[in-house]
């Protein structure tokens, strides 16, 4: 799969199973802030960092960051067509914040610890970042709780003949 041509990023987009029901358990338990800095960890495409920012309203800057190109441009298109302003997008790494000590009074990520790129640097970058009492709150997809869903994605992609793609799914 290619993740840096806008096909791929558009499909992702369009395909949230994976996402969608803990970003909405985030958005449930999360605190928002108005008057503040957030930061969400592995934006990817931009949920649920958009949705924070129009739920905080513009004097509460929000800022997406994630190291993939293709996600952080639909996500600005996102939020240009939702006339979203108080949000940024950065790329960058979760290991190396490019933000100043104590900068962020809330850090918010769905998801985005469970890449193979995030490891303790990223827990003490984000404490670096965090203001002293700010608020830490992420989901995590834990390894076998998608397994159903991939189960029968796998089966229907064979029974439709998509052979090379069942292929490459590891259930």
Not at 51 to 68: H, N, P
Not at 99 to 122: C, L, M, P, R, W
Not at 140 to 150: D, G, R, T
Request: a positive charge.
């Amino acid at each position: 799969m290619n993740f840096e041509d806008s096909i791929t990023a558009n499909a992702y987009d369009d395909f949230p199973v994976w996402s969608a029901v803990p970003g909405l358990l985030l958005l449930r338990n999360i605190k928002l802030i108005k008057n503040a800095k957030i930061l969400d960890i592995g934006c990817g495409t931009g949920f649920p960092t958009i949705e924070i920012a129009q739920r905080v309203g513009k004097t509460t800057e929000v800022y997406g960051l994630d190291i993939w190109n293709k996600g952080l441009e639909k996500a600005k298109d996102k939020s240009n067509n939702k006339n979203v302003k108080n949000v940024k997008f950065i790329r960058g790494l979760s290991q190396k914040l490019p933000f100043k000590n104590n900068y962020f009074d809330e850090i918010v990520s769905n998801n985005g610890f469970n890449g193979k790129n995030a490891n303790i640097y990223t827990f003490e970058e984000s404490y670096r970042v965090l203001k002293n009492k700010g608020i830490f709150c992420f989901t995590v997809i834990l390894p076998n709780s998608m397994k159903s869903f991939y189960k029968i994605l796998y089966y229907s992609m064979k029974n439709e003949n998509v052979k090379k793609a069942s292929n490459r799914l590891m259930i």
